[in-house]
């Protein structure tokens, strides 16, 4: 029988620089950084979280291949695109793509894309 699964608590994001990150999400996407071991921090933002691993530290011995810059993650709101885009203008964020048509978990999207300090190619979606 397979595991059945509910949802997605955390995900782990390697980064160059914590310091860097965590202002870059902070500012940009109005998350909340919390020290949550020595340390360790994660950016919160509604019921979920980011721990953020940087380069070159063991943090834990099963990470294998940390590497910066790999990931894609998918962010919804409910905020207008219109001025998610208007809001990353005004903080100098370079959109890749968008707004353009997506594929979410449970909905289309309407997405715009952006890179993070560490070329993570970030989607920040309405769904429609």
Request: charge should be negative.
């Amino acid at each position: 029988m397979p595991i059945v699964l509910d949802s997605l608590d955390h995900v782990v994001l390697t980064v160059a620089s914590i310091d860097k990150t965590i202002a870059f999400y902070e500012r940009v996407l109005g998350m909340t950084a919390r020290e949550f071991k020595p340390q360790r921090y994660a950016l919160h933002f509604g019921a979920q979280k980011i721990n953020l691993h940087e380069v070159g530290t063991v943090v834990d011995p099963n990470v294998r291949h940390a590497t910066a810059g790999s990931g894609d993650l998918c962010f919804l709101t409910r905020m207008p695109l219109e001025d998610v885009v208007a809001h990353l203008q005004a903080e100098g964020v370079a959109i890749v793509q968008g707004p353009v048509g997506a594929t979410g978990a449970r909905h289309r999207l309407r997405s715009v894309y952006i890179y993070d300090p560490d070329d993570n190619l970030i989607e920040i979606a309405n769904e429609v």
